[in-house]
Each structure stands twice: as structure tokens, then as C-alpha cells.
């Protein structure tokens, strides 16, 4: 829908719209056959991809059109006049530097010479060591990084964790894999890394070839990527939790000397924290003492070299391009400079930018009716809990104690975020990310052996999604997701149930997901069920599992969904659609929802079709293989096509027939919340 018939055709005073938009159909496919294509078919085809995207979906649309008025914010603090040392002066300067362009280019691989020369000149392993804590300090993280996050055991604390990094490829799979995809993106990195060691001169400084860097860094991150845990364990609390002394993660991976570490990092008395995969750090002590020192000094260099080729000169940022974007993702084009320097500088001060952007753009009435929707879906989820056949009684109240202590944050924190200690100069781009690296370090460092601050935010105001911590047992629904079509104030509530609701339902259902559930109502991991309970837990959860591990994602190379990595979200959304359901059901009686038709929908077909709408979009066949690999959340297609057969509200309301598409038999449907 275009913006001009909207304001052409828009509601009078007082009166609501449907809220659902009858371009995004396409009536010539049959709902109960293929209901994606029916609900979103008309979206898909009016925002066809462009150039600059591997994927483009309604949540990617409304995150463009708030990089839009962020761009306006920040045009409005560049062109003003900004007192000296104010955070107004911070943004333009740090938002003028990135853009000029004909700087960065003059400058080409200059910025990081220092840090460059400074690992060329490491003469032993004693000096390799230091380098480490000197990269970490500046938030470059060869091996692993140390965060402040909450301690399992009593999650009001605060606590030093380390954890495993050190893959320029992202994920243990990209080395380890045997299909052709995985081959050619092997091939790419390789190349990627001779191009940006040549652009960087590193070959000249260290004496060898560009070539034989990189087959020496892919050398060593395949040694640390045998090392690093799949993907699954890594969803396993239990597997990720351990909490240690420094003298006992000493005995772990004695290199690491952590004793020595902590301090060195501004760290004074770190008592216990968490070594989330001792067997990795075990490893990556034998890689410190053991490994050529030629080879870890390329291996930091590729790190400096890595974490800056986005700031620096145009040919980094091509080279950077052609692998990242165009082989691993499908984006045909790179994004324009404004939008990249407005990513970043919303990474470096996104608290201070949210903080402007909800004073210009977030009405105060969206917060009271998001407030209003909240409390009936967590009334709802706690009727569901209740009729719920496979717990007991025992369980059940568990269940309730924790729906009942979830912390509910919208549109924006209650406190910012203070940056007047932020550094930010003209000298370059990427000296400012460096400054905002190390602003930031000393920041989450700061947090370590401290009461958990329940009020911090962790997503920007203007973000378009939305999160539940379960260490905290929050939901929280940033402003930037609360707009149409997500949430449209003019609307009638169906379309908002369908949409917001669902969202509000899928965050509260993740506190009772197969990971979420095993937190109890204060964040701490601690198991609250009733052993059969958990057991039918499971069972209904794996009817879910194997659901979306039998879709074929792709045909060439074919390639399948993963049910098991996906569960926790597709529980999610299966819950989330329940929760909203009835919340509107009750909302009907109220008088709150239109019981009449509208646009010729009825309010279960419109709560339905707003909800599909939320995940229309169009993909590359490159992003459907890199998200499948992974992304825990299901596809847009699959979140409406492979979740809705297991919702018997959904088959009831479009009259779903056996044989139909989107039919699945009520034995085989999951039930869970
Ligand atoms: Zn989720």
C-alpha cells in the first residue's frame, strides 16, 4: 500500500481501519492451500528485491524507513551549531568523519598501521600473550572475550564470562563442512584474506606472501573451530555453564594465566565466573604455546585487519563486500555510504540516538495501549496455563508464579545510557570505532561482580524487533517496532492481535520455551517441573521439532530446515498465536475488537492475515541456505506455512480441509502453551 492512498483514503476522527492491507494479497491463490502466498503474494511482488538486499521483508522495510528518520536526526545535529565536548558535537563529528569519503580513500590502510606494526614486532610468546589482552582491550577478540552477564545460580548478580570467538567465518560449520557451498565459501575467505593482507601491506611488514597469511590464519581458525561447540550444545544452559575460580580456570587452560588476565584488563577481583566451553579454552592455551608464532602473529593481524575493513578505504570495503555480502549472503550491491555510517554510529551511540527518536517519532498512546494488549495476553496465557492437559497441578503453579513476575519494558528506558566519557575525533574513521570499542569494554567490564541492573536495556529504542531475557524474565518491545504494520494505533485491535499481539505472545511464550522453561521466575537456572511434566514437555516439543525438520527449504542444493535449531523459536510462535488468539476472543467480548466484518474479513481472518503479513518478504537463494544454517529462527515462509497447520484456531477460522495444503491432522499438531 502506498503511502498517498493511505493518506487519501484515511479513517475519519474516531473511526478505525481494518488494519490490514488488501495489496498485500493475492486473491488469485487459494488460503488453504498456500496461505504465505495468499496473505503476503501482493507484498511480495510490490517490493521486489533491490540490489542492496539478500532479503527484504516487512520488518527490513520498516528498519529502512526508521534509518530514514534516524537520517534526518542526525542531518538535523550535523548542519546545528553543537557546543564543544557535547554529545551533539560527538555524533556529527564521529557521523562527518565516516563520510568523507575522499579522506578515506587518501588514508587507505594508514589508520591501522600502528596496531599492525605493533604485532609485526612481537618477538616471542610472552609478547604474543600481551598482544592478546591489548587487542581484547580494544575490543578486537582473537580467541575468546570476556563479558559481564548474569550468574546462573543467582541471576541478580552480575558475573565475568568468557567466551568463545575467533572465527572470521562465523561458525564452526563454514570449516568443517564437506558440501560444495561450504567449499566455495572456504575458497572466498581465502581469497578475501590475500586481497585485504596485500591492501593492508602486512605482507611487506611480516616478510611473506599474502597467499601463505591467509592459508595460516585458515590453518589456525580450523584448529579453533574443531574446538568450539556446534550450534546445539550452544543452546544448552547446563552445557554452557561453568563457573570457576580463577585458579581453577588456571588448571583449565593454563596459558591464559587469568590471574594476570583479569587485571590486565581492568578487572580487580573477578571471584568466579563462567568459562562457557572449557574444552575450547583448553585448546586455545595448547594454540598459545604451540602454534608458529608467525602464524598467531597473522592470525592478530587478520583480526585488526577484519574488524576494521568496513572503516577503512573503498577497496577494503569491496573486498569485504564480494565475501560477506555477495558470496555468503546473495546482496548484489553494497549499501550506501550513509546507511552504513548511520549503522555504526547507532552501534557506537545508539542509546543517545533512540533517546532522540523517541522524542520526535514515539507517541505517548502507543505505550498506554501496548500496556493494555500486555495485560490481556498475559491473562490469556494464564487461562492456557491453566486448561493446560499435560501438566499437573504443581507444575502448573510454578508456571503461573513465573507469568506473573515477567518485567515488562516498552518504547524506551527509564534512564539513558551516559557517554560523556566516549572519545571521538577527526583523525579517522576507524579510530573513533576504536574508541567506542574500548568505551564500550570498559563499560560491560564494569558490570562484573555487581548487582544485575534490571533496567538496562538490551536493544536500542529504535529497533525494530523486540526480546525476552530469561536471566531477567523481561519482554521488551522497543519503539521501533511499534508501527504499522506491527502495531497501528488507528487500527482495530484483530489486525494488532494478529500482529503485535503475537509478538507480545511469542516473547512471553520464551520464557516457557525448551530453553526459556529452565529458568525459574527470578532468572536463575533452576529446575521448577514436575519430572513427567518435563517429560511431556519434551515429547510435545519434539512432534514440533520434527515438523520443521521434514520442510525442504530449497530443492538445489537441497537443503532442509533444522527443527532442532529452530525449536525454541517455533515454540514461540506456536505459543505466541495461541495467546494472542484468545486474548482477542476475550477482547470480543469486551466490545474492544470489531465483531463485524471489515474490508470482507472477520476478525479471526483478519487476526490470521496480519499475522502472516509480519513475515512477508522476498530472499536470495544464498540467504535461504546461510539463514538455514544459522539463523534459530524459522524462515518467513515457514513461519506462516509450516506454524499455522499446528494452530487449530487457524484451520477452523479458514476452513482447512484435509488434503489442503495447509492441513495437518489434529493427532500431529503440537501442543504446547
Ligand atoms: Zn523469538
Not at 437 to 461: A, C, G
Not at 501 to 511: N, R, Y
Request: with cysteine; aromatic share 12%.
Amino acid at each position: 500500500m502506498s503511502v498517498s492512498l493511505l493518506a487519501a483514503c484515511g479513517p475519519k476522527k474516531g473511526e478505525l481501519t481494518s488494519g490490514i492491507y488488501l495489496d498485500n494479497l493475492d486473491t488469485q491463490a487459494n488460503p488453504v492451500e498456500d496461505f504465505y502466498q495468499y496473505a503476503c503474494g501482493g507484498w511480495m511482488a510490490n517490493n521486489p528485491l533491490d540490489p542492496e538486499h539478500a532479503r527484504f521483508g516487512t520488518f527490513d522495510k520498516l528498519a529502512e524507513d526508521n534509518r530514514d528518520q534516524m537520517r534526518n536526526l542526525i542531518d538535523s545535529i550535523v548542519t546545528a551549531n553543537n557546543a564543544t565536548g557535547s554529545l551533539a558535537e560527538k555524533i556529527a563529528m564521529f557521523y562527518n568523519v565516516g563520510m568523507d569519503s575522499t579522506t578515506l580513500q587518501e588514508q587507505g590502510a594508514a589508520p591501522i598501521q600502528p596496531l599492525l606494526n605493533e604485532i609485526a614486532n612481537i618477538k616471542d610468546r610472552e609478547g604474543a600473550y600481551q598482544e592478546m589482552i591489548a587487542l581484547h582491550r580494544q575490543g578486537i577478540d582473537p580467541y575468546f572475550g570476556i563479558f559481564g552477564e548474569a550468574d546462573f545460580d543467582d541471576a541478580s548478580m552480575t558475573i565475568g564470562w568468557v567466551y568463545q570467538t575467533g572465527l572470521g567465518m562465523g561458525d564452526r560449520d563454514e570449516y568443517l563442512k564437506t558440501d560444495e557451498v561450504s567449499a566455495k565459501h572456504r575458497e572466498g575467505y581465502l581469497n578475501l584474506m590475500s586481497a585485504e593482507f596485500a591492501l593492508a601491506g602486512y605482507d611487506k611488514i611480516s616478510g611473506l606472501p599474502a597467499e601463505a597469511l591467509a592459508q595460516m590464519v585458515m590453518k589456525l581458525e580450523t584448529r579453533l573451530a574443531k574446538a568450539h561447540y556446534d550450534k546445539l550444545t550452544n543452546r544448552d544452559p547446563y552445557k554452557t555453564f561453568h563457573k570457576m575460580t580463577t585458579n581453577e580456570a588456571n588448571a583449565v587452560a593454563p596459558n591464559i594465566r587469568f590471574n594476570e588476565y583479569f587485571p590486565a584488563m581492568g578487572v580487580e577481583n573477578v571471584g568466579k565466573f563462567n568459562v562457557a566451553q572449557p574444552e575450547y579454552m583448553t585448546e586455545v592455551s595448547k594454540v598459545l604455546a604451540e602454534e608458529n608464532l608467525e602464524s598467531i602473529k597473522a592470525y592478530y593481524a587478520w583480526n585488526v585487519i577484519n574488524t576494521a575493513a568496513s572503516y577503512l578505504s573503498d577497496d577494503f570495503v569491496t573486498a569485504n563486500f564480494e565475501y560477506f555480502g555477495r558470496l555468503v549472503s546473495g546482496q548484489q550491491q553494497q549499501r550506501p555510504r550513509w546507511k552504513r555510517v548511520t549503522n555504526a554510529l547507532n552501534g557506537a551511540t545508539g542509546e543517545a540516538i533512540g533517546q532522540m527518536y523517541v522524542a520526535k517519532y514515539f507517541p505517548k498512546e502507543a505505550k498506554d495501549r501496548m500496556v493494555t494488549l500486555i495485560n490481556n495476553l498475559q491473562e490469556a496465557f494464564g487461562e492456557r496455563i491453566k486448561q493446560a492437559t499435560w501438566m499437573d497441578q504443581a507444575t502448573k503453579d510454578a508456571a503461573l508464579q513465573k507469568l506473573g513476575a515477567i518485567y515488562v519494558k516498552v518504547g524506551y528506558p527509564d534512564k539513558w545510557r551516559d557517554y560523556s566519557k566516549l572519545e571521538v575525533s577527526n583523525d579517522s574513521y576507524f579510530a573513533n570505532i576504536l574508541r567506542s570499542n574500548r568505551f564500550d569494554v570498559d563499560y560491560m567490564l564494569s558490570k562484573i561482580n555487581k548487582p544485575t541492573d534490571r533496567d538496562e536495556w538490551q536493544m536500542t529504542p529504535q529497533t525494530v524487533n523486540a526480546y525476552y531475557n530469561p536471566t531477567t524474565n523481561e519482554i521488551c518491545f522497543p519503539a521501533g517496532i511499534l508501527q504499522p504494520p506491527f502495531f497501528d494505533l488507528h487500527a482495530d485491535d484483530a489486525a494488532n492481535y494478529g500482529a503485535i499481539g503475537v509478538v507480545i505472545g511469542h516473547e512471553m511464550t520464551h520464557g516457557f520455551d525448551d530453553q526459556g522453561r529452565q529458568y525459574d521466575k527470578d532468572g536463575n537456572l533452576s529446575d521448577w517441573w514436575q519430572p513427567s511434566d518435563a517429560e511431556n514437555f519434551k515429547a510435545n516439543a519434539k512432534v514440533l521439532a520434527d515438523h520443521f525438520s521434514a520442510i525442504k527449504v530449497l530443492d538445489d542444493p537441497e537443503t532442509y530446515a533444522n527443527g532442532e535449531l529452530t525449536l525454541g523459536e517455533n515454540i514461540a510462535d506456536n505459543g505466541g498465536i495461541h495467546l494472542a488468539f484468545l486474548a482477542m476472543q476475550k477482547a470480543m467480548e469486551r466490545k474492544q475488537v470489531n465483531k463485524e466484518e471489515m474490508d470482507g474479513f472477520t476478525p479471526e481472518q483478519r487476526f490470521f492475515l496480519a499475522y502472516a503479513n509480519v513475515w512477508a518478504s522476498n530472499i536470495t537463494t544464498e540467504q535461504i541456505i546461510f539463514l538455514t544454517n544459522n539463523d534459530v529462527h524459522s524462515l518467513g515462509r515457514w513461519r506462516v506455512n509450516a506454524t499455522l497447520p499446528n494452530i487449530t484456531e487457524f484451520i477452523e477460522t479458514w476452513n482447512v480441509k484435509e488434503g489442503n495444503g495447509m492441513w495437518l491432522a489434529p493427532e500431529k499438531r503440537a501442543k504446547l502453551w
